[in-house]
């Protein structure tokens, strides 16, 4: 363990006046969730039906479930890399995932093989906003809608994005955010639920009834932990946790079982003014990208996006290596991401047959991601493109044997 300045790959912290004016409140201000945190969601981004439960795992189960009731349709289909959550709700859900392989420079479908995925048995395809970075969402309405398969927008990385002048979450059948710890903003943990479906919204409110109430222990444990996490996040302090292991920061973990509650008064009314914060940290965020888009040599991406991470796909294997190597002497918050493919989930693997995805793999192999958090300084951001920019100077040759190398994905579009 060294003491030294640490930055965490994402950064955000509850301030301490908000966690103890929400405990203070959360006693007499009971059935806030229901009657005025849902309903102003709903408000804000036009939808009819809102519901906040415990996790974005949990909030995308609720709504498989929920389609599950309006069809008997088994499969839903994800994109063969992205987050281990997609697969762990789906499973949870009693379903059957399909990963459909990436294009390249994108984290979005490879759509060629996504039309002729799509049959009878499809129940749904998720649209997902990895890192912020918006896909093609209306694509995916055009061929799903008339062939009766539900379109499922995950904004769980790109909470109050934005994207050709919609809400991300917003426009497909149903859609659901995160508010847990790395997200955009958070209240511990938790996720939200919209759509202006009514009939997905009954059976969303039919299957989520019997969900249990988060206990006042669970409350408790919230608040210290983000109390934790408000001391230790800052970059003075971060070379603390991220130097116990036991903690496992950072690590992706399949969890084949987890709970699902409903959100507590106390985590809703620690988000209350979400708006006008989203707003701040997300100027930040966007402003960081910009600085990777423009000095990163190679680099392309949409511009005005308030990435959650900043992705950079070097060279191969190993110059990611070489810079995560690196990365742990200048403890700049540059990190990894999911190891492996859906397909290569130790716990899913024998599912798909032996099908090979080669762009979700090599993106699994190569990616790295930058923080792009308040917590980044100006000199911050020079040695992380100085880093970067090294890598792909120093490549070796069968790193970049391919000349079509993508620095950063950027969703494809039509």
Known sequence: MKIRRTLPPVGYRVPLGDLMSSAARAGIARGHRESVFEPGIARHFGMKHARAVSSGKTALTVILRALRRLSRRTKVIIPAYTCYSLPSAIVKAGLEVVP????????????????????????????????????????????????GIYVVEDAAQAFGGVSQGHLLG???????????????????????????????????????????????????????????????????????????????????????????RTMSDFQALLVRDWPARLAELDAVRTRNAAFYLSQIRGASGQQNVPYLRFPVVLPGRSARDKVLVEQDGAALGVSGMYPDTVAGIAQLRGRFDGRRFPEAERVAASLITLPTHPFVSEIDRTRIVALVNDAFAHASTADVSATDVVRHPAAAQP
């Open 170 to 260: 917003t426009q497909a059948d149903v859609g659901f955010f995160s508010l847990g710890r790395g997200k955009n903003i958070t209240c511990g943990s938790g996720g939200i639920v919209i759509t202006s479906s009514d009939e997905i919204g009954a059976a969303i409110a039919e299957g989520s009834s019997d969900l249990s109430s988060t206990a006042p222990m669970q409350d408790a444990s919230t608040f210290v932990t983000l109390t934790l996490l408000g001391s230790f996040i800052s970059p003075s302090l971060y070379w603390f946790p991220a130097g116990l292991p036991f903690l496992k920061l950072g690590e992706t973990i399949f969890h084949e079982q987890f709970p699902m």
């Open 100 to 147: 459909c392989d990436i294009a390249r420079g994108s984290f979005d479908y490879d759509y060629d093989q996504l039309t002729r995925a799509l049959g009878p048995d499809v129940l749904c395809v998720l649209s997902v906003h990895l890192f912020g970075v918006p896909s093609d969402t209306q694509r995916l309405n055009a061929l799903c809608r008339g062939a």
